[in-house]
Nanobody, 126 residues
Framework: QVQLVESGGGLVQAGGSLRLSCATS????????MGWFRQAPGKEREFVGT????????YYADSVKGRFTVSRDNAKNTVYLQMNSLKPEDTAVYYC???????????????????WGQGTQVTVSS
């Protein structure tokens, strides 16, 4: 069973930065497409970014493009979300997710992922 554990969330002022980490275990990390999602209170879970198995390609939601960066270290079985220029509207619980697939098209929907972490809270104050 694949397990994902997020860390790195917290409280930050608008304009600040945070880096989230998602450590995985129980599977072959390099086989998984990894994604980041977020969910604000009263809203549906939304796509943030995704990265291919090799790390060679990434894809982002328009709302975070140019501010957030997804990366991965297959030797450490970890995926990262670097968040810069944070805005109050980025406040949410952030989740990482994994999908075991050889397909190259970006996975943007929650239902396309097989495994999820428990989430980490990010709060951006104005």
């Amino acid at each position: 069973q694949v397990q994902l554990v997020e860390s790195g969330g917290g409280l930050v002022q608008a304009g600040g930065s945070l880096r989230l980490s998602c450590a995985t275990s129980g599977g072959i990390f390099s086989r998984y497409v990894m994604g980041w999602f977020r969910q604000a209170p009263g809203k549906e879970r939304e796509f943030v970014g995704t990265i291919t198995r090799s790390g060679g390609n990434t894809y982002y939601a328009d709302s975070v493009k140019g501010r957030f960066t997804v990366s991965r270290d297959n030797a450490k079985n970890t995926v990262y979300l670097q968040m810069n220029s944070l805005k109050p509207e980025d406040t949410a619980v952030y989740y990482c997710a994994a999908r075991n697939t050889i397909q190259s098209d970006p996975k943007l929907q929650p239902y396309e992922y097989d495994y999820w972490g428990q989430g980490t809270q990010v709060t951006v104050s104005s």
